[in-house]
């Protein structure tokens, strides 16, 4: 995880937030290279909901609510971490994460030793509060949003009005959340300000197991389809214990990060929430929520099968799966093997040398390309560091223009994770790069 966050600053994915006031703690900022990479994850997901199939609409809703939107969801009472402080040397732990029972007396601090010197556990519940207007009392708290799931149900009847929607359907949305989590890190893993892309399926109660297995399958597919190594994913049913107050059934979505004592951790939850959500929104807002099924003529509230990722853990799984490191020839190399449909840049342009008409050649090419794939041009220090640098971005292919283009109309193609170089004519470069990007 340090190699990766080094990389990630020195090549411009991720930075510390607010890092020249000495940073604050689990905020992260995207930089160029980020941005390109989570815009793809947030399209690839938007488009494998609403583009390649017909039953899913998408949405963006406010990240400020109604408070009362967080009575009927259960957040505010159950949305808490029961926490413990020593009262020595004032750490603060999840009394749920700790290796040892903090009311045992004779339990040592993690931090300082001291046995015995926990306070009770109490209950800290993880969402932001703010001040709706400029009246800052209790009439006038509101919160941050700690899951956008909330925004698709208040919207449910809207979506499906205007878009006719009949049973089964989906609405899929993506946009920050914000959790006052107690024990942040291991980089962008658990954050308080992040990023989800949550898919709620409305369908007729009875269906759940289907329509469950069906989702929990897609979503798993979705990450191989992004180039995540099938053997570091695996599914997790969650036991009774385990599940949230609003989940009837969980399965998580793991991947083995390799960080901690066990190396896998959640990566997305896909949840039943039974007719949990809309039941609670029709009772506290005194709307009818119900659907009537003009065929059965049947009145009930619909059940959710909600499939709910993390864009920055998505990223983070990304990144870790395809950092790699190799030794050519005593000298190691650093790259990012990142599927050719993720990659921020799919070709990198270079003239060998900065003469001899070659830069000219270059940059036209790099014109000639730009509107059908990210490309890059780059003419600064040897070939070997500007190759180096794109294999840190994961550039899958790069194209240089050497001696041989002005005499036969060629250029090389370099492939980042063999390193094997083919000669391309340069009629054909465009739809050569065309197949290589999209081949599986
Ligand atoms: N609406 C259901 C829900 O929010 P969750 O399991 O609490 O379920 C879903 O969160 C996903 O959101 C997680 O699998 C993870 O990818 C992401 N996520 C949750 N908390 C996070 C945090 N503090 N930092 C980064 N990502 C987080």
Redesign the pocket.
Known sequence: MEKLTALCKRRGFVFPSSEIYGGIN?CWDYGPMGVRLKSNIKTAWMNSMTLDRDDVEPLDAAVLMHPRVWEASGHLTEFTDPLVDCKHCKARFRADEMDIDPTDPEAPCPRCGTKGSFTEPRRFNLMFKTFMGPVEDASHVIYLR????QGIYLNYENVRVTSRRKLPFGIAQIGK?F?N?IT?GNF?????E???M?MQFFIRPGEEGRWFDYWRDERMRWYQWMGVRNERLRFHEHAEHEL?H?AQR?V??EYEFGFGTDPWH????I?DRGTFDLGRHQEYSGKKLEYFDEATKERFIPRII?T???????LLTILVDAYREEEIKGEKRVFLGLHPRIAPIKVAVFPLVKKDGMPEIARRITAELRPHFPVFYDMGGSIGRRYARQDEVGTPFCVTVDGQTNEDQTVTIRFRDTLEQERCALDRLRERLGELITAD
């Open positions: 689990a700690p899951e956008t799931a959340a959790r989590e942040p962008i893993f658990r954050t308080r992040f990023e989800q949550e949230a609003y969980a998580d979505i959640e990566l997305e939850g949840h909600e709910s990722a993390g864009v920055d853990r998505t």
